[in-house]
């Protein structure tokens, strides 16, 4: 059984902060990719920033220069830390883990519940 478990998020004014955690546990051999992915009301949801085991990093145009994904590879957790945030950023945020549950077992995508992020203008 895998659990990915996302924290943070609330609400911030336009120009705030905003820092967001997320755990993976349980069992879990390996985890590749850990990621933040976003879904406002009425549209899809889209890749914020994602952040592999060795260290390679992907951020959405929209977000460059704004927010920093981290991870503790130690710890299977991924943080995000959000920066100058804009009313356009107000979404759910979900948690994504790219792992393996067991040494036999093909890499699968595990999702948090998702945490809501709102930014007040």
């Known amino acids: 059984q895998v659990q990915v478990v996302e924290s943070g998020g609330g609400l911030v004014q336009a120009g705030g902060s905003l820092s967001l955690s997320c755990s993976a546990s349980?069992?879990?051999?390996?985890?590749?990719?850990m990621a933040w992915y976003r879904q406002a009301p009425g549209k899809q949801r889209e890749l914020v920033a994602a952040?592999?085991?060795?260290?390679?990093?992907n951020y959405a145009d929209s977000v460059k220069g704004r927010f920093t994904i981290s991870r503790d590879n130690a710890k299977n957790t991924v943080y995000l830390q959000m920066n100058s945030l804009k009313p356009e950023d107000t979404a759910v945020y979900y948690c994504?883990?790219?792992?393996?549950?067991?040494?036999?077992?093909?890499?699968?995508?595990?999702w948090g519940q998702g945490t809501q992020v709102t930014v007040s203008s």
């Open positions: 952040k592999t085991t060795g260290g390679s990093t």
């Open positions: 349980g069992s879990i051999f390996s985890i590749y990719t």
């Open positions: 994504n883990a790219d792992l393996q549950p067991t040494h036999y077992s093909a890499y699968a995508n595990y």
